[in-house]
Nanobody, 124 residues
Framework: DVQLQASGGGLVQAGGSLRLSCAAS????????IGWFRQAPGKEREGISC????????YYADSVKGRFTMSSDNAKKLVYLQMDSLKPEDTAVYYC?????????????????WGKGTLVTVSS
């Protein structure tokens, strides 16, 4: 039974950093893609990063490339999103998700399994 729970959201000033965590139980890390998505108020959901935890390969949306870093702790079944140089436009509810396929750039479009989100607010 796949269960995903994101945590670590909060309020941060522009230019600051925040690290999100996702506890991914029931997810075979060597075979599933795990991703981070976000949805800002009034906007469509956006896929921002995904990882093949087995080999550490990652993909990022252009909007976060160079500022956000996704990683995993396979032994603890945790996935992280380190967010640096945050901007007010990064304000959104952030979700972690999983998909029973190897991660590719197309994985940023959608995934099969979703957890509840965590709110990130970046003040200017």
């Amino acid at each position: 039974d796949v269960q995903l729970q994101a945590s670590g959201g909060g309020l941060v000033q522009a230019g600051g950093s925040l690290r999100l965590s996702c506890a991914a139980s029931g997810v075979p890390f060597d075979r599933y893609a795990i991703g981070w998505f976000r949805q800002a108020p009034g906007k469509e959901r956006e896929g921002i990063s995904c990882i093949n935890a087995g080999d550490g390969s990652t993909y990022y949306a252009d909007s976060v490339k160079g500022r956000f870093t996704m990683s995993s702790d396979n032994a603890k079944k945790l996935v992280y999103l380190q967010m640096d140089s945050l901007k007010p436009e990064d304000t959104a509810v952030y979700y972690c998700a999983a998909d029973p396929h190897r991660a590719t750039p197309e994985s940023l479009q959608d995934m099969d399994y979703w957890g509840k989100g965590t709110l990130v607010t970046v003040s200017s």
